[in-house]
């Protein structure tokens, strides 16, 4: 039982290049999340998925995208990365509220760190 | 906006110490809150939730409605509880977890 997997662990990227990390859970959880962790700012949520097909922007979705195509896999993608998108990024899913209050335990991958120079 | 502050980024003490994190969250009726931990090397995982009013590793957490806070407590701190704490609710209506900006726990021998 992996939880949930993010890929890749480390990246590098120029100004302007494009990219997607990678997120899969194996719990059957139906909300998904991505989170960045920065020095000082704690965890800011950017999306978040309710569901399969649905997704809704969090605190800081500007410069990026997700695709949440089937149940188990949730990606964010960088169009035009920028030298402020320098961070560590974590996934995280839960069961979802709709199963019963305390339900939304997140569970979350180990973080996917990117540098961009 | 529905908000978490922890005022302190640090927090030091010497083992057996009793600690306080402090959590404080913006009113909006009857919020759920948790508390988050991430020990070195390991990865992020949920501590304790107000709703179960539980004590986890030492530690407890009230629910104070009337001053908005959630603050994490332990009488006697140990070296092993030395690690990033996060408080986080959940938005209202929705599955959107929101976190604070943290404090580092510090426990020395």
């Known amino acids: 039982n992996a939880g949930v997997t993010q890929t890749p662990k480390f990246q590098v990227l120029k100004t302007g290049q494009s990219m997607t990390l990678q997120c899969a859970q194996d719990?059957?959880?139906?909300?998904m999340y991505w989170y960045r962790q920065d020095p000082g700012m704690g965890l800011r949520l950017i999306y978040y998925s309710a569901s399969e097909g649905t997704t809704d922007k969090g605190e800081v979705p500007n410069g990026y995208n997700v695709s949440r195509l089937n149940k188990r896999e949730f990606s964010l993608r960088l169009e035009s990365a920028a030298p402020s998108q320098t961070s560590v990024y974590f996934c995280a899913s839960s069961e979802g509220s709709s199963l019963g209050t305390g339900a939304n335990v997140l569970t979350f991958g180990a973080g996917s760190r990117l540098t961009v120079l | 906006a529905q908000r978490v502050t922890q005022p302190e980024k640090l927090l030091s003490v010497f083992k057996g110490a009793p600690v306080e994190l402090k959590c404080n969250y913006s009113y909006s009726g009857s919020p759920e809150l948790f508390w988050y931990v991430q020990y070195s090397r390991q990865r992020l995982q949920l501590l304790l939730r107000h709703i179960s009013r539980e004590s986890i590793k030492g530690f407890t957490a009230d629910l104070n409605k009337g001053e908005t806070s959630f603050h994490l407590k332990k009488p006697f701190a140990q070296e092993e509880d030395s690690a990033m704490y996060y408080c986080?609710?959940?938005?209202?209506?929705?599955?959107?977890?929101?976190f604070g900006t943290g404090t580092r726990l510090q426990v020395f021998p």
């Open positions: 986080a609710r959940r938005t209202y209506n929705t599955d959107k977890l929101i």
């Open positions: 719990m059957n959880h139906n909300s």
